[in-house]
């Protein structure tokens, strides 16, 4: 319950974030006008402006409420109210065509219609070069118009719409690949330990069966489950189990290396893939965790000794498929269990007890 609470609080603020920055680009975009009419003494319509003011502050205000009042932010939500933000770029800047008078930077105009798209999910390289490349796309036409086919324009006013383009989708994109960044961590990790979830690990497991497939290299599986979790839970409260939860997780990052995966498989169950490890050698790594668990997860009224794990081991092979290596693993650690937990079993281990070195 609370790992979920903590996944919607972080979608609430990634939205909340980004309708405050959509609603200071837009100010940006009013600004430029009002000093692009007031510049060139062109006429402006005070009623259609305030109108345009207006709208601008009621969609806001709607896209604030129905975030803050929003009971449960999932990640569906979370890419309805992206999608919701772009439509209304789309919208706004049709007006504020009108409000350009005989500019009528259009080129810009269909730009934001692509471009906000591409933010939502590019990382910001891409959306800087689209940027890039749309500026200089619409000065070069404007240029070409307005000195070889007589446009009764101005160039410089050309570029300083540009430049109001380039600042606010530039403002825009770096938020949006910073949004888009935090969905994909968050549809890839576990909220409360940081570590995979199983859907990821999943697919990070099937590259490595490939990979041992076609080239025969070792990578072998272990399952852990901490021992009487549940009893931990009932006795000193579910906040003492979250936290060994993540000390428990921090101790596995720790001691894995760079190309080794962790995920939390499912309550106080966790599967680590170690690659370029053999049986015993992922045996030996489970002795060096159970040391981490015993000395670093201190916690108040238990004895750190009292924190154990019964853990199954699982070697990949050619001619199994991923699903077989992980049942391999979660018997040997059903094995474990029954023979009398804080022990690791495999293949060729027997139902060895996991004492510290």
């Known amino acids: 319950m609370q790992s979920s609470e903590m996944t919607h609080s972080k979608y609430k603020r ?30 402006l319509d005070t009623y259609a402006l305030l109108s345009f003011l207006a709208f601008i502050y009621l969609s806001h205000c709607a896209l604030f409420y129905a975030i803050k009042t929003r009971p449960v932010v999932t990640l569906h939500f979370t890419k309805v109210m992206l999608v919701a933000q772009m439509v209304l770029w789309m919208i706004v800047f049709i007006p504020w065509n009108y409000f350009l008078g005989s500019a009528k930077p259009l080129a810009l105009i269909l730009a934001f219609f692509g471009v906000h798209y591409l933010f939502l999910y590019a990382r910001f390289l891409f959306s800087a070069l689209t940027i890039s490349y749309l500026a200089v796309v619409h000065l070069v036409n ?10 009764d324009d101005e160039f410089y006013l050309q570029i300083v719409y540009v430049a109001g383009f380039v600042l606010s989708s530039g403002l825009i994109a770096l938020h949006s690949s910073h ?8 549809a890839a990790k576990d909220s409360l330990t940081q570590l995979y979830n ?134 040997l650690l059903y094995l474990a269990k029954e023979g009398g937990r804080d022990r690791i079993c495999g293949p060729d281990i027997g139902t060895a007890r996991a004492q510290i070195a």
């Open 14 to 43: 990634v939205l909340l974030r980004n309708t405050t920055l959509s609603f200071v680009a837009y100010h940006i975009g009013f600004a430029l006008t009002l000093f692009i009419h007031a510049y060139t003494n062109a006429r």
């Open 179 to 186: 949004v888009a960044q935090k969905i994909r961590d968050n």
């Open 198 to 331: 199983r859907r990821h690990f999943l697919k990070l497991l099937e590259v490595e069966q490939e990979r041992v497939r076609r080239h025969g290299e070792v990578a072998s599986l272990l399952m852990l489950d901490i021992d009487h979790f549940k009893n931990i839970n009932d006795s000193f409260g579910h906040y003492t189990g979250d936290k060994i939860l993540t000390g428990f997780a921090q101790c596995i990052t720790k001691e894995i290396r760079a190309n080794d995966f962790c995920c939390r498989w499912g309550g106080e169950e966790f599967l680590i893939l170690l690659c370029h490890t053999n049986s015993t050698q992922a045996y030996e790594f489970g002795l060096r965790l159970k040391n981490c668990i015993c000395t670093q997860v201190l916690l108040p009224n238990i004895e750190p000794q009292t924190i154990t794990f019964s853990g199954g081991i699982s070697q990949l092979d050619a001619e199994s498929t991923v699903h077989e290596s992980i049942n391999r693993a979660d018997e």
């Open 142 to 151: 404007s240029y070409i118009a307005i000195h070889y086919f007589g446009l």
